[in-house]
């Protein structure tokens, strides 16, 4: 492994805070707060979309944007979690446009930086997860001062390493974030089952840094890769509906990890406008249909949904090698 400097140290850090603000705060806190009740939180992914529209609307430079949200950020998370709409709906427009720039700063970073800061939030967010979501107003700021601090010692330059050999369609990256949020958001409500709770951390924070250096070490073709990801998530919610917590705290994690490098690696290879467009499909339309699946009980209708990728996957396969026997 190389020598980290010190810029490289902050980026990690930046990326991994903002990665676990998302997670304790505004897709769980905010969630479990409010008792999963769309309409109040409503206003959270409205600004969400917005914040992402204005992410490449603002004409200045990505320091100052990013610098402009976070101290919405910081002034929101004061009043954490009594918050009312307007509130929220600040709060969407920062956490909303810091997504994009987010991914934009990985741009600077190594494929072994963007693995640590990976590395670091899962094992972070993890560890914090059983913490009271109402209770977690200190965490909430802390994450937020770090990513002030080390905004000031982000590196400048892009790096010329090329993160991943191919780049994935929207289709697959919505695909795959919508059956992640839709079991996630129902192992969170499930009374009988749920590896965050049934003291599985060790096992969970473990086979997330296995995902994230496995899918930057192990090449595979194309249509391969997605197939693997789909075959993982089909096994995951397969132990879910057999009540196997050890098993789903081993495979679940992994495919979480994996595909979420993979789905970096294809969006740091576009322009930032590229970028927040695609963020409100894949951070807010397809996390808010995995919120919905799992609030109105219709996870057992989930494995249509792999019939119909595999179909897809299988599809694409079968076209790719009549390409090569053809060549």
């Known amino acids: 492994m190389q020598n980290l400097k010190f810029?490289?140290?902050?980026?990690?850090?930046?990326?991994?805070?903002?990665?676990?603000?998302?997670?304790?705060?505004?897709?769980?806190?905010?969630?479990?707060?409010?008792?999963?009740?769309?309409?109040?939180?409503?206003?959270?992914?409205?600004?969400?979309?917005?914040?992402?529209?204005?992410?490449?609307?603002?004409?200045?430079?990505?320091?100052?944007?990013?610098l402009l949200f976070l101290v919405f950020q910081l002034l929101m998370t004061l009043f954490y979690p009594n918050f009312n709409s307007l509130m929220l709906f600040i709060l969407g427009i920062s956490v909303g446009g810091l997504a994009p720039l987010l991914i934009n700063e990985l741009k600077k970073a190594t494929t072994i930086e963007m693995g640590l800061a990976l590395a670091v939030s899962y094992s972070v967010g993890t560890s914090l997860f059983n913490t009271d979501p109402s209770g977690r107003v200190l965490i909430a700021i802390i994450l937020t001062l770090v990513s002030l601090c080390t905004l000031l010692y982000l590196p400048k330059q892009r790096v010329?390493?090329?993160?991943?050999?191919?780049?994935?369609?929207?289709?697959?990256?919505?695909?795959?974030?919508?059956?992640?949020?839709?079991?996630?958001?129902?192992?969170?409500?499930?009374?009988?089952?749920?590896i965050w709770r049934d003291g599985y951390s060790?096992?969970?924070?473990?086979?997330?840094?296995?995902?994230?250096?496995?899918?930057?070490k192990w090449q595979m073709e194309k249509n391969q890769k997605e197939l693997f990801i789909i075959v993982l998530f089909a096994l995951s919610y397969l132990?879910?509906?057999?009540?196997?917590?050890?098993?789903l705290s081993l495979v679940y994690p992994f495919v979480i990890s994996y595909y979420n490098v993979v789905i970096l690696q294809?969006?740091?290879?576009?322009d930032l406008k590229q970028i927040s467009l695609y963020m409100i499909f894949i951070g807010w339309f397809a996390s808010g249909a995995g919120l919905f699946t799992a609030l109105e009980s219709l996870t057992l209708f989930v494995p249509?949904?792999?019939?119909?990728?595999?179909?897809?996957?299988?599809?694409?396969?079968?076209?790719?090698n009549k390409e090569i026997s053809y060549a």
């Open 7 to 66: 810029s490289s140290v902050a980026l990690i850090l930046f990326i991994a805070s903002e990665l676990c603000y998302y997670l304790l705060i505004a897709q769980t806190g905010i969630i479990e707060h409010f008792s999963s009740n769309i309409y109040v939180i409503a206003p959270l992914p409205i600004g969400g979309v917005i914040g992402s529209l204005l992410t490449f609307f603002l004409k200045t430079k990505s320091e100052k944007k990013i």
């Open 239 to 247: 132990f879910y509906f057999l009540q196997e917590s050890f098993i």
């Open 160 to 194: 010329k390493v090329k993160n991943g050999l191919y780049t994935y369609s929207l289709f697959s990256m919505v695909l795959w974030i919508y059956l992640d949020s839709s079991l996630f958001e129902t192992l969170s409500r499930d009374v009988n089952i749920s």
């Open 304 to 320: 249509i949904i792999f019939l119909i990728s595999l179909f897809k996957v299988i599809n694409s396969q079968q076209q790719f």
């Open 266 to 270: 294809t969006l740091i290879k576009k």
């Open 202 to 216: 060790l096992e969970i924070i473990l086979f997330h840094i296995i995902g994230v250096f496995s899918a930057i």
